[in-house]
């Protein structure tokens, strides 16, 4: 059994990641989604280990000192993090798993597989990027719900995210949907032709 790849896909918000994922999700119905680890409560709707994994502040302190995590985060007072154990169970079994999440969890992600070799084999590092920065805060605007001040926020985030690009090994400029949508197709179609997802040789 080969491994499977280790997909995290990074974008500024306004990138269309989301609609991205959609697309993608209907050519790979096997390809899965990681399932990653909380403090939060849930809310009205949400199921334990489905949505996330709902864990004490105590557990999450825990198995992050355990270094249980790949990559942790702390948004509005909790603690958000992905499971090493998650994602690379998913890779062993040869399968695909989908990390949607920001630089800074993704270059945490990288630092970890300088110490883990089979981390290493099973990660990939894909960044979407808009055609450019104008067309980024035109789309920004598009969405009439926020304030003058929530866009340049925004904006001042996600151009300090695309500061960022060189570390990903492939970018997609998501100018057209379908077109960026086949790239993004074909770049994780391909990665189960690199020689270091082979557990065996392959003749
Ligand atoms: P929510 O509580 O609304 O589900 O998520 C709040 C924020 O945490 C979102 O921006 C979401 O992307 C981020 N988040 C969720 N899971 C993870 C994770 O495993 N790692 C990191 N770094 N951020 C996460």
């Known amino acids: 059994m080969n491994l499977g790849n280790i997909i995290i896909l990074s974008g500024p918000s306004g990138v269309g990641k989301s609609t991205l994922i959609k697309a993608i999700r209907q050519e790979l119905p096997d390809l899965r989604f990681s399932v990653s680890c909380t ?6 709707g949400e199921v334990n280990d489905v949505d996330y994994h709902f ?26 993090g992905t499971l090493k154990s998650e994602v690379l169970s998913i890779a062993e079994k040869g399968e695909n798993v989908l990390l949607d999440i920001d630089v800074q969890g ?9 110490a883990d070799e089979k981390l290493a084999r099973c990660c990939e590092f894909i960044f979407i990027v808009p055609p450019s ?6 789309r920004l605007r598009g969405r009439a719900t926020d304030s003058e001040e929530q866009i340049s926020l925004r904006l001042s985030k996600a151009k300090h995210e695309l500061s960022f690009w060189h570390e990903y090994s492939y970018i997609i400029a998501n100018k057209d949907v379908e077109i960026a949508a086949s790239e993004l197709l074909s770049i994780i179609k391909n990665f189960s032709l690199q020689s270091k997802k082979f557990t065996k040789e392959p003749f």
Not at 133 to 138: A, G, K, Q, S
């Open 133 to 138: 920065l104008e067309e980024l805060e035109r």
């Open 106 to 114: 993704a270059l945490q992600i990288k630092d970890a597989c300088v």
């Open 55 to 80: 864990l004490t502040k105590e557990e999450f302190i825990r198995r992050r000192e355990n270094n249980e995590f790949v990559e942790t985060a702390e948004v509005f007072a909790n603690y958000y």
């Open 39 to 44: 403090t939060r409560p849930p809310r009205v």
